[in-house]
């Protein structure tokens, strides 16, 4: 069998060869050879298309404009991806296409001017593969890794779409960023949550002894499942106290006006993510509960390059944020060395950082969490100021003390305690059901 991949610019419905020459695929003087063509994203007429080219085609694919993604997780989870298709008009909504981008309502372009490109971010992917040779990921990937078992597809290819959009929506938001991408949701839909397990595993360093591991600052999770998993757990705890910094996406259950935060953003530890719209607002998918952190723009979500439909979702709201740690850990880098890194390079101290941009910093609700996120409202004041914020959480440190040997300061909103030691009763509860 010979495999061909076409790369084409799908939101215009044109290919980058000529079908004249796409003809040639067929090998007619070779009948015995079958070509397969694999193509880079959403394309509604492929159909037409493969028979234009006089190729055979047995598709699943593409998603009709109709669809509404919910592939399932095993071991009784639900929703893997948390996004949604949406059916609005391309040109009004266009995030990644218009002047409404992220870029502009979250002023993103002011903030980056203050970053130096130099300081390299990992940020680690886990969802349903990626598009890797497409252009925009050209350089930005350090390392990918398949976590699904019986897919001979080492290259973590995206049949899917959502890990691509994903990962593109992370170099949007911070371009200098690195990626790593797991694949621990399978071609099908499927997953399970030991397979996300094992990816952070690989993610994490092993003390005792050499591992085969891929260092990384940030892991982000736009999947989950409604039944505490005590692998994904342990996991996701030893991630956190090893440094990394952990965000995960709520979940798209508002509408049943239930409080169905999935997990991992049901732990107590990593940082929840909801989705809001372009005023700020709580999206009607969001659901709420007292896990909810932070919201982060998510809703008709359009990426030119990848996609011809916009996505709704907390699952695009969560590499935004993704994203936007990104740039908190490169700035503090530029303000304060290694040392100031190393120490914002967790999950309780950050959390603490996107406070200052949140738009209620000093309030937490279910259904906002501190609010919608806004890296500027704390960039624009400078380093010197950034410097204050995080002694401010970590305690005053001498110039000459290592920042990473400091513990940070439980946080001193009584609420927040509250919350996290709540949190943790119910996971002490549900595992000790298993």
Known sequence: MLSVHIMMNLDRHKSNI????????????????????YFDSLYIHIVKLCSNLEIASELEWPIQMTYRHSATITKDAKSACFDSWTNRNPNIYSPFGSERNPHNLLNLSESLQKISPSRCVTVAILDTGILCCHEEFHGKIAAIKNFVPNEANDLCYDYNGHGTNCAFIVLQTAPFVRLVICKVISSQGHGQLKWAADAVDWLLKDESGPKNYCPVDIISMSFGGSIFDIDLKRAVSEA?????????????????KLTNIAFPARFGDVICVGSCNDLGQPSSFTPTGREIDFLAHGEDIYIRSLSSMPRSGTSEATPLVAGITAMAISYAETTGGQTMRSTV??????????????SMPGHHDEHMGYGNLDPWRLFKYGPDHFRQVVEEIVGPLPVSQQFA???PHPPGNKRERQRRASDSEVELHRGSER
């Open 240 to 256: 956190i106290s090893q440094g990394k910094v952990v965000v995960a996406a709520a979940s798209n259950d508002g509408r049943k």
């Open 405 to 407: 040997a400091a513990q």
């Open 345 to 358: 390079c967790h999950t309780t101290v950050m959390r603490e950082i996107l406070r200052k941009m949140a």
């Open 18 to 37: 000529s079908l004249g020459a796409s003809r040639d695929l067929s090998l007619e003087d070779f009948p015995n050879i079958k070509v397969t063509c």
